[in-house]
């Protein structure tokens, strides 16, 4: 079992930098991948960016190429989402998702995690 504990976000204007972390701990050695979601009011949660633990290999939604950033400190146990050129509609409760379930599906495939983040909350004010 790996237990994901968010920390960052917060309110920020048009054009600002957040960075949001998740923590794991646990059985850390089974989380071979990292994925962060995002979901808006009224609508559904949508995939922002993954990355690949054994192969470094990073994905990002089209919507927020060139502005978020995936990475992770191994000995932290901790991954991050930078997220620069923020826009009102990043606003959502954020979740980071690890521990991939099957290889054959996609890690923009939120159904492909095992464990969640608790959200977090990111406002971006226009």
């Known amino acids: 079992q790996v237990q994901l504990v968010q920390s960052g976000g917060g309110l920020v204007q048009t054009g600002g930098s957040l960075r949001v972390s998740c923590a794991a701990s646990g059985r850390t050695f089974s989380n071979n991948a990292m994925g962060w979601f995002r979901q808006a009011p009224g609508k559904e949660r949508e995939f922002v960016a993954a990355?690949?633990?054994?192969?470094?290999?990073?994905y990002y939604a089209d919507s927020v190429k060139e502005r978020f950033t995936i990475s992770g400190d191994n000995v932290k146990n901790t991954g991050y989402l930078q997220m620069n050129s923020l826009k009102p509609e990043d606003t959502a409760v954020y979740y980071c998702a690890a521990g991939r379930k099957y290889l054959y599906r996609s890690l923009t495939d939120g159904g492909n995690y095992k464990y969640w983040g608790q959200g977090t909350q990111v406002t971006v004010s226009s």
């Open positions: 990355i690949s633990w054994s192969g470094g290999s990073t």
